[in-house]
C-alpha cells in the first residue's frame, strides 16, 4: 500500500537552515505536499510541488523532489523560532501523511 | 476565498450522545474528506465524497455516519461514540481529486468523547 516516511525530530538554532525530509512509495500523485501544524492548530498548507518539477521554491521555502529516489525535501532558510511545529509531508492518492517531523527552533 | 470552515471548534458529547460536525468551502471544490487525528500522530484519511457521492470508506465503524448534502457542505453525524474516539476530525477539500490539486483543510474540530 501507499507509505510516506520522515524522520519523527529536528533541532535547530534561530538562524541555521532546517531540512526536512519524506521518502514515499506512491508515485501517482500529481502534487506532493508540505503542511505545517502549530500545538492544537490545524493544518496550514505550506507549499506543494508538482510531480514532474524538480524544485520549487517560495521565499524562505525550497521544495525538491527526486522523483527517481522518491525523496522529497523541505528547506527553510533562516530558521525562526516561529516556525517551531510538526511538519507533515503528503502525497499519494488518497493522499496520506508521513508520521509528522517535529521541528524545534531554539533560540 | 481558500477557507474550509468547521464547527464547533470544539465538542464534549457523551457516549450515548448525538452529535453533528459540520464542514462548509465555497471555492467550487468537489471532493471533501474527513480525516482523524490524534495527538502528535499524522492524520488519517475516514472518508471521500467525491461529486456529492462517498466514493472512499477506510473501514469506519458505523458510528460515524458522513453526509454531503450539496457541493459545499459535508456533516459527519456522530452516535454512541466511545472514549477513544476523541480526536480532532479535519476537513479537507479538493477542486477534484488528490492526484490533481491542492487540498485544503479547515481548523478541525476537537472532540472530546466522555
Known amino acids: 500500500g501507499e507509505d510516506v516516511e520522515q524522520s519523527l525530530f529536528l533541532s535547530v538554532r534561530e538562524g541555521d537552515s532546517s531540512v526536512i525530509n519524506c521518502t514515499y512509495t506512491?508515485?501517482?500523485?500529481?502534487?506532493l505536499y508540505w503542511y505545517k501544524q502549530e500545538p492544537g492548530a490545524g493544518l496550514q498548507l505550506l507549499t506543494y510541488i508538482f510531480s514532474n518539477m524538480d524544485m520549487k521554491q517560495d521565499q524562505r521555502l525550497t521544495v525538491l523532489l527526486n522523483k527517481k529516489d522518491k525523496h522529497l525535501s523541505l528547506r527553510i532558510a533562516d530558521t525562526q523560532t516561529g516556525d517551531s511545529a510538526i511538519y507533515f509531508c503528503a502525497g499519494g492518492g488518497k493522499l496520506i501523511f508521513g508520521q509528522g517531523t517535529e521541528l524545534s527552533v531554539k533560540p | 476565498d481558500t477557507e474550509v470552515t468547521q464547527t464547533p471548534k470544539h465538542l464534549v458529547m457523551g457516549m450515548t450522545n448525538k452529535k453533528s460536525l459540520k464542514c462548509e468551502q465555497h471555492m467550487g471544490h468537489r471532493a471533501m474528506y474527513w480525516y482523524k487525528q490524534k495527538a502528535k500522530k499524522p492524520p488519517e484519511l475516514m472518508f471521500v465524497?467525491?461529486?456529492?457521492?462517498?466514493?472512499i470508506n477506510e473501514s469506519v465503524p458505523s458510528r460515524f455516519s458522513p453526509e454531503c448534502p450539496n457541493s459545499s457542505l459535508l456533516n459527519l453525524h456522530l452516535h454512541a461514540l466511545q472514549p477513544e474516539d476523541s480526536a480532532l476530525y479535519l476537513c479537507?477539500?479538493?477542486?477534484?481529486?488528490?492526484?490533481?490539486?491542492?487540498?485544503?483543510f479547515g481548523q478541525g474540530t476537537r472532540l472530546t468523547v466522555v
Open positions: 465524497y467525491s461529486y456529492e457521492k462517498l466514493s
Open positions: 506512491d508515485s501517482s500523485s500529481t502534487y
Open positions: 479537507a477539500s479538493s477542486q477534484e481529486g488528490y492526484r490533481g490539486t491542492e487540498a485544503f
